[in-house]
């Protein structure tokens, strides 16, 4: 089992920033890739973005590529989304998820809100 636990969830406003972050605990040592989904109001969750554990590749969706990055700290099995240049439509809770081996397993975590202002 993994358990995920996600922080950095908040307000800004069009135009800022803000960072999730996605602490991973438990069976971590199988771990193939980490990410994130979203899901806004009445909306089907989306993929946001990936990254592989070995490796670091990463992969994102077309509406966040060149504002969202997503990076991973091996060590503390944590896995970060920088947001940049938020939008509006960027509005929804994110869910961070992990894979473990070779995505055989997956996880989520609980969500956490991200309300971006016009």
């Known amino acids: 089992q993994v358990q995920l636990v996600e922080s950095g969830g908040g307000l800004a406003q069009a135009g800022g920033s803000l960072r999730l972050s996605c602490a991973a605990s438990?069976?971590?040592?199988?771990?193939?890739?980490m990410g994130w989904f979203r899901q806004a109001p009445g909306k089907e969750r989306e993929f946001v973005a990936r990254?592989?554990?070995?490796?670091?590749?990463?992969y994102y969706a077309d509406s966040v590529k060149g504002r969202f990055t997503i990076s991973r700290d091996g060590a503390k099995n944590t896995v970060y989304l920088q947001m940049s240049s938020l939008k509006p439509e960027d509005t929804a809770v994110y869910y961070c998820?992990?894979?473990?081996?070779?995505?055989?397993?997956?996880?989520w975590g609980e969500g956490t809100q991200v309300t971006v202002s016009s």
């Open positions: 998820y992990a894979l473990t081996r070779f995505g055989v397993d997956h996880y």
């Open positions: 438990g069976r971590t040592f199988s771990m193939y890739a």
């Open positions: 990254i592989r554990w070995s490796g670091g590749n990463t």
